[in-house]
């Protein structure tokens, strides 16, 4: 497909579980980007990939959080030690160059669950 | 430390209004100004994007406008339709490689 894809859609774990979330960018977009959205609140930044290096992960709530692009293209999100605080929808977006000069296109989200 | 304010967070109107919704932002010094529209269990798509010299944009039936100096944003939707209703978010960079700041965004329903 042409679009940002996520995936799995929907995560369900328990508390204290590992779990990683994937996004696949669209081709050629060299920035990629993670946010969280809690429920009736907008997108809260997490972190910004140019390539293959983390230009911007001032987001990151806490060091449970990680992500890494090794290849400059397919991102993961990776949380240790999950809490029911950390239910919440993933999004993940992508450009051509900077976050603000650039449009950036969303996924559909991956919607994580925390038991 | 900005903070992107959107009132009101809901909104019902009647299918075929015009409506306003407003956005406003507590540091002036931005580099631009973007509204999204949210669909539920979507992601988000960009809808109009204002550079910080600018005032206003257009994109068919919606027109974005941009008081830097006051901290405010309004999108204003003409002849609104049910396939309209959607949220809507705000949101402003400080410069062109920095991230956004997302308000809370509008819920909006339009009444067939």
């Known amino acids: 497909g042409a679009g940002v894809s996520q995936t799995p859609s929907n995560k369900v774990t328990e508390k204290g579980k590992y779990v990683e979330l994937r996004c696949d960018p669209i081709?050629?977009?060299?920035?990629l980007y993670w946010y969280r959205q809690s429920l009736g609140q907008g997108p809260e930044f997490l972190i910004y990939?140019?390539?293959?290096?983390?230009?911007?992960d001032s987001g990151l709530p806490n060091d449970r959080f990680f992500a890494v692009r090794p290849e400059g293209s397919v991102s993961t999100l990776k949380i240790q030690r999950t809490e029911r605080g950390d239910s919440a929808v993933y999004l993940c977006?992508?450009?051509?160059?900077?976050?603000?000069?650039?449009?950036?296109?969303f996924g559909p989200g991956t919607r994580l669950t925390v038991l | 430390k900005q903070e992107v304010t959107q009132i009101p967070a809901a909104l019902s109107v009647p299918e075929g209004e015009n409506l306003v919704l407003n956005c406003s932002f507590t540091?002036?010094?931005?580099?631009?100004l973007q509204w999204f529209r949210q669909d539920p269990g979507k992601g988000l798509t960009s809808l109009l994007l204002?550079?910080?010299?600018?005032r206003e944009q257009t994109s068919g039936r919606l027109n974005a406008s941009l008081d830097k100096s006051s901290g405010r944003s309004t999108l204003y939707i003409a002849a609104s339709q049910p396939g309209d209703s959607a949220t809507y978010l705000c949101?402003?960079?400080?410069?062109?490689?920095?991230?956004?700041?997302f308000g809370k965004g509008t819920r909006l329903h339009i009444l067939p």
């Open positions: 977006a992508s450009s051509f160059g900077g976050p603000a000069y650039n449009e950036q296109f």
């Open positions: 081709s050629g977009h060299t920035a």
């Open positions: 990939f140019q390539g293959t290096g983390a230009a911007d």
């Open positions: 540091d002036s010094a931005i580099y631009n």
């Open positions: 204002i550079q910080s010299s600018q």
């Open positions: 949101a402003v960079s400080r410069n062109r490689d920095d991230k956004i700041i």
